[in-house]
Structure formats: C-alpha cells, structure tokens
C-alpha cells in the first residue's frame, strides 16, 4: 500500500519554475542565458580568477550534478512543509492577538464563552466567565 496512491494515478508536474531557479543560479544546461548561467554575463568574468577556478564549468558540465533532482514527490514535501508553517503562524498570531486584548478580540472581560451541556438527554445551556476560565488553567483544574 502507498500513502499517497499508486504511481501511474499521480499528476506528473514538470517543475519549471524550480528548473529556471537553478539555471538563474548557474546551470545552463536548462537552456536559459540570464544571471550566472550566462558565459558573457559580468559574473561568469568576474569568477574566474575568484575562489575556486573553474568552479562554473563544473556546475554546468553534465557529468556531475550540484543541484539536486526536483520531482512530483517534492512538490508535495514543499505543501506539506508551506502547510505546517502557515498554520503555525496563524495560531501564533491568533494567540498573540487573543492575549493582548486587540482590536480584533476586543473586551475580553465581557466575552463569555457558552456551550451546551448535556446529560440524561437533556440540553442545558452552560456559561462560563472568561475569568473562571483564566482561574481553571492558572491552578491546573
């Protein structure tokens, strides 16, 4: 069993744009003359007699490889990763702005928090100050 499918179900993405990123960075094997990769460019001059010589014309030879291969698989890694930070963020910003009492969570001594509570199949409705709320988890309870 695969978590995410069998492989001929999967939408193959091309990743373009990781490609051209490369490229701009010194990889001309993808076919785009700009930045790095450009042999006539002020940067591929200026580097030749920097640092280490040659090391463009190891980047480019198709022999050996310094980027890593990009695919599908990746592509979903990125989300996951892009997912879990957004989210964390936005419970971090929330907390934030929850605590200090902002414009967008104003007058929290009014705020009552109510839920239903039921037992023996009856309903009854339940309100809390938020103050015994603050007691409950200061104490442990």
């Not at 989300?79 to 902002?102: E, M, N, P, Q, Y």
Request: charged letters at 10%; hydrophobic letters at 50%; a positive charge.
């Amino acid at each position: 069993m695969l978590a995410f499918g069998t492989p001929e179900k999967q939408i193959l993405i091309e990743p373009i744009f990781a490609q051209w990123i490369q490229s701009a960075h010194g990889k001309t094997s993808y076919g785009f003359d700009v930045l790095l990769s450009s042999t006539s460019g002020p940067a591929f001059n200026a580097g030749r007699n920097i640092w280490l010589p040659g090391w463009l014309n190891a980047v480019n030879e198709n022999k050996n490889s310094l980027f890593l291969p990009i695919g599908p698989g990746d592509f979903l890694v990125h989300h996951a990763i892009a997912l879990g930070l957004h989210t964390t963020t936005l419970i971090l910003v929330k907390g934030a702005l929850d605590a200090r009492g902002s414009k967008l969570m104003p007058d929290k001594r009014i705020l009552v928090i109510v839920f239903l509570a039921t037992g023996q199949g009856v309903a009854v409705l339940v309100t809390f100050p938020l103050g015994m709320h603050f007691i409950w988890r200061f104490f442990g309870c």
